[in-house]
């Protein structure tokens, strides 16, 4: 099991703390810090994934509940309509995000905002969220929407403006958190539904025209 780097500065404090209350004869605090260690580590893992589906499939960013699939339009992302795929990222979920789509990088821009629960219908619009926008070879563009939560600290994304992206590598993380929205034109067909589980980088959510007819 990987566990991604952000993870240290949350996770010392408590082995720290864990190892000073050995030393100093506290046996049962030592195991209840790093216990703490050990549930915020969790919050970090990073499993590896094996890409489903064939090599134009539109993969899941995140792993979670699908709360919401809806039809949007994103002048952020780019003209024209698109589909919305929302996914709820809850205390139990894998925290690290995962590249959709292979491509290029063309947008990726951080918003302050506030940090009202994820599941709110309006967090999309007033939280702390990062906006990646990677064109595909064929030049459709994905967007990928990290969205902070109520217990969220911050967003974190790798990718930077010019990039080249895999599917499945590395994209990002929620500290502690929360939602992410990955927007596909609206010609794709959505394989996920309102209920389900997905899995980053490995659970197909929509196929191109081409690969769906």
Known sequence: MRFAREARPFVLPFALAAGLLVVFGHPYWALAAAAV??????FFRDPRRVPGG???AVLAAADGLITRVEPAEDAAVGDGNYQRVVTFLSVFDVHVQKVPSAGKVIASSYTRGRKVAAFREDAGEVNEQHLTVVERPNGDRVGVRQIAGLLARR???FLGEGDAVERAQPM????FGSRVDV????????MVAKGDRVKNGQTVIALPPETAS
């Open 155 to 157: 967003v974190v994304c």
């Open 183 to 190: 927007l596909v034109p609206a010609s794709y067909r959505v």
């Open 54 to 56: 064939p090599d134009d």
């Open 172 to 175: 990002g993380l929620i500290k």
């Open 37 to 42: 260690a050990l549930a915020v580590l969790l």
